[in-house]
């Protein structure tokens, strides 16, 4: 529902925004047309009416009016026309789609009679008949598409109309073919029954089957010559007696027409019909004594139905007018009459109404329509009712009713700020939704309202409510919008405070709020430590101001260990904190350090770190911090740690910092006095809200750092014995940790010309604890071994000494015979002798055998020996014994003596 425009021109109504139906099921849509089109929609239009009296009352003076009354009559013939092949257009298309339903639908019906289950097949449907039952030459006439345009494939072809059947009633019989004859009727009528021949009784019988579902019998019996006596069996059966009644009572039915009760009153029985009720007609009972019927008491007739019901204006502004259009329908079943009276109050307007016909006559089942129109001048409810006078004896009394939804703002009664520091600031929004009707609203204190001007009560967008502010003073929310109020607690002292203020909206609803909050002090309290603090020993140095003190166990370097703290807030604000790290302050013996001011020194290098560092101590919960001690070196360490507080009110920090102590409030009776000055001078003073960190809490930490104690057992290894090559020699020893933390190790193998290796290679070691490693001992080649290996440790200055002496030696072969002789041997002859090879070692042995070239017998080095062996090298299994033949070939004449060398590897020579 939107307002009438103000742009309408001098001499012309305004035109108006049609209001939004009452009715949810109504589908008017008019007042979306108006919204849109304004002055061209809602503009009256030129009716036929108008076009015919101004075609009636053209004859006159003015040519002009000639020529506008002859334009208007093209006009409006041309749009009769239009609308009438427009009309005609539809129909046929309605047509041809009700013909092609019905044609795939015989379609689907034959297909099925095909096949038992061709509906459960799933196939898809088949091609449709629509396009063979439209004409496109008509539609191509009027300029629409046609099939052709959209569609390149072929029509499906559809059969002509068949003529419709004739119905029984209608069809020619044996006696009325026999009076229409005319040339042998009278031959026809002397002629017995019995003298009929054949062919003419099969021609009779023919013309009276006109269908192809007739009962089979028909045929059967009318095949034989009828008799006289048999005339019975050419009647109708009780079945088709039935049939034929029902269809001469249809057709009966179409002229059977109630008498018009147009001049009969609504209190007459016929006359009090409507068309909304339904209505039984009596049979004729004729010869039968009528019952007395029992008195029934009369009930009102309903000639009219008015829609909507109960019209409502809803969303409605001042000085705006809105339009509603009231509907009243005739229902009765005969011309009736109605007039609407003018409403009681100047807020509502009745128009003229547009009535169907002349002189203010609605047929049966058409209606009339009144334009309401609304002039709101104020945002309040409006009532207000029209009384509507037809022939009946009591009027239609339709209500109006203006009615603006109230908002209803999702915000509490009790605005609760929480809990702020002193001299501090707090900062709260409430986000607030309206579930209501839109509207506006102004923030007062209480005490000002009721107020005769909103504008002297609200100064720069705020509200002020000493210790509170609250912002902005006036909002504005629509339907389902959503604002924001904020609400700044600035408390001067330690109190509860609480202020009511009042919410007033445009409708002059008022609603009462109240403002609370609460002012603390900033306090915490250092309520648990692991393993508990200690106590200072007579004579150590501690610091002059810490109250805490934590000492650590002893730690090797570069290990670490942490203690665990609880800090608690006292408040039930959250505060911002850090740790700091500083040096230690030492004092001189009987100095006073509680007045003193000192100036601290960070600790950069400090081995101590607290985990969090930083954040927010939630509100009246503890905290748990860790104090971690990771010391890189052998040495002492001390330092301290303050929790500082950040951003505190210089007022609020006026507290005490030692363990399980509560901030201190201020009760004075001089505070109590100022306190409404500090909260006047609250919201203009910058000086005010300086802020600044103050510690709250030290604690002081020590601790120690000791060298790594690892030793192993034994430290050094003697191996008594050759062993052989190739074979691994295992010992044992131990490795003992007697350090405060875990140590990693890493033994350097040695794997040159012998391999020296400890399992495992590297590992970890608790703190007390030993492990058992393997030392492995492998001879590569002969020879003695003396190495130190050493295990490097982390975090320890010198590595860990393990001394290792062994001896190794080679494979052993041995030739079983000492000599060969081998006798006199001719020139040209050969002899052959065999020798055994026997392997001394548990060891797989390669040998070679072959003549000594130091002791050879021939003269040139570069000759061939004369022995051959068979094989010349092979290897031996451990403790195997193997045969070698010996074949002694001379070539010249002379005396051999000769060595023959086995050459072992890595072994001895024989």
Known sequence: ????????????????????????????????????????????????????????????????????????????????????????????????????????ERALNRDAQSCDNYLELGLPPGLSHFRSCLDADLLRKHKLLTPEDYATGQPISVSPPSVPKVPSYARETMTSRQHTREGDKLDMLDAPITSRSEPAMQDIVAEEIVVDDEPKHHDEALKEPRFRHEAWKEQLSAEERELERAQLAMLDARVNYL???????????????????????????????????????????????????????????????????????????????????????????????QFPGEHGLIAPGMSCKYAIRFAPDSLKDFDDEIQIQTQSSTPIIVPLQGRRASPRLTLPSILDIGYS???????????????????????????????TSFKSSVNNGSVHLPPFEIRPSVLELLKGGTGVIEVVFCPPAVKTYTQEFVMVCDNCHVKHFTLKGEAQRAGVELTHVERGTSEPKPGELIDATAQNHIKFDDLNPFTYTDRTIVVKNLTNVNLPFQWMIYKPQFDSPGSESAQRKYDRVPDVDSVFSVHPPSGYLTAAEKMEFKITFAPPAVSSFHSVLHL??????????????????????????????????????????????????????????????????????????????????????????????????TITFQWQPFTDKYILEVEPPFGELDPGMAMDMELSITGVEPGKIDHTLYCYVMNMDEPLHLHVECEFKGPEVSIEEPDINLGLIRLGDQVSREITLCNMAQMISKWVIRESPELSTSEDPMAESDFKFEPAEGELKPLERKKIKITFNP??????????EVNVEDGNEW
């Not at 520091?421 to 929004?429: A, I, S």
């Open 1 to 104: 529902m939107l307002p009438i425009t103000q742009s309408a021109t001098r001499g012309e109504e305004p035109s108006m925004f049609l209001h939004r139906p009452s009715l949810e099921k109504s589908q008017d849509v008019r007042h979306i047309l108006a919204k849109t089109f304004r002055e061209l929609f809602t503009r009256d239009a030129i009716g036929p009416d108008t076009v015919k009296n101004l075609s009636v009352s053209k004859g006159g003076d003015d040519p002009y009016h000639e020529k506008y009354v002859e334009a208007l009559q093209k006009v409006f013939d041309e749009r009769q026309r239009r609308l009438d092949e427009a009309a005609m257009l539809e129909r046929h298309i309605m047509q041809a789609q009700a013909r092609a339903m019905s044609a795939d």
């Open 259 to 353: 008498r018009n009760p147009r001049f009969i009153p609504p209190s007459a029985p016929p006359g009090g019909r409507s068309l909304i009720k339904p209505y039984k007609p009596q049979p004729k009972e004729i010869g039968i004594q009528t019952k007395p019927e029992p008195a029934r008491s009369k009930e009102p007739s309903t000639i009219f139905i008015v829609s909507p019901p109960v019209l409502v204006f809803r969303d409605y502004k001042m000085g705006q007018v809105y339009e509603q259009i009231l509907e009243v329908k005739n229902v009765s079943a005969v011309i009736r009459q109605c007039q609407a009276l003018p409403t009681s109050t100047v807020y509502f307007y009745v128009g003229l109404g």
């Open 421 to 451: 520091l002193v001299g501090g600031c707090q900062l709260v929004q409430f986000i607030l939704r309206n579930e209501g009707g839109s509207g506006r609203f102004c923030i007062m204190p209480k005490t000002s309202w009721p107020t």
């Open 644 to 741: 500082l507080l950040n951003m505190v009110p210089p007022n609020s920090s006026e507290m005490s910092r030692q363990t399980g102590s509560k901030p201190s409030s201020i009760g004075d009776e001089m505070e109590k006095e100022n306190e409404d000055n500090l909260s006047e001078i609250l919201f203009n003073s910058n000086e005010y809200f300086q802020l600044k960190d103050f510690t709250a809490l030290e604690v002081e930490v020590k601790g120690q750092s000791v060298p790594l104690n690892v030793v192993v057992h034994p430290y050094a290894l003697y191996v008594a014995g050759p062993n052989l090559i190739g074979s691994s020699l295992k010992k044992m020893i131990t490795m003992a940790n007697h350090s405060r933390s």
């Open 891 to 900: 070539t010249s004449v002379k005396s051999v003596k000769t060595v023959i």
